[in-house]
Nanobody, 123 residues
Framework: QVQLVESGGGLVQAGGSLRLSCATSGTTLSSYTMGWFRQAPGKEREFRAAINWSGSPTRYADSVKGRFTISRDNAKNTVYLQMNSLKPEDTAVYYC????????????????WGQGTQVTVSS
């Protein structure tokens, strides 16, 4: 069974940085396309970034391009989201997700989800 566990969230001031990690178990990470999503209170879950099983290509939501970087280390079964120049509107619970690599980089059809990690950006 595939398990995803996020970490690295916390409270940061606007303009600061955080690095989220997503540790996977129960599978071989290289079999999956990985993504990061967020969900703010009262809002729908939103796509942030995705990465191909091999590490390239990647895809980002327009609002995070140039600020966030998704990466992966298949040997460590871990995916990362480096978040720089954080804004108060980035505040949300951030989720890691996995889908079989045959599904490609696009779409929201992820098979597995983590429990989320809270990111709070103060102004």
């Amino acid at each position: 069974q595939v398990q995803l566990v996020e970490s690295g969230g916390g409270l940061v001031q606007a303009g600061g940085s955080l690095r989220l990690s997503c540790a996977t178990s129960g599978t071989t990470l290289s079999s999956y396309t990985m993504g990061w999503f967020r969900q703010a209170p009262g809002k729908e879950r939103e796509f942030r970034a995705a990465i191909n099983w091999s590490g390239s290509p990647t895809r980002y939501a327009d609002s995070v391009k140039g600020r966030f970087t998704i990466s992966r280390d298949n040997a460590k079964n871990t995916v990362y989201l480096q978040m720089n120049s954080l804004k108060p509107e980035d505040t949300a619970v951030y989720y890691c997700a996995a889908k079989r690599k045959t599904k490609g980089l696009w779409g929201m059809d992820y098979d597995y989800w983590g429990q989320g990690t809270q990111v709070t950006v103060s102004s």
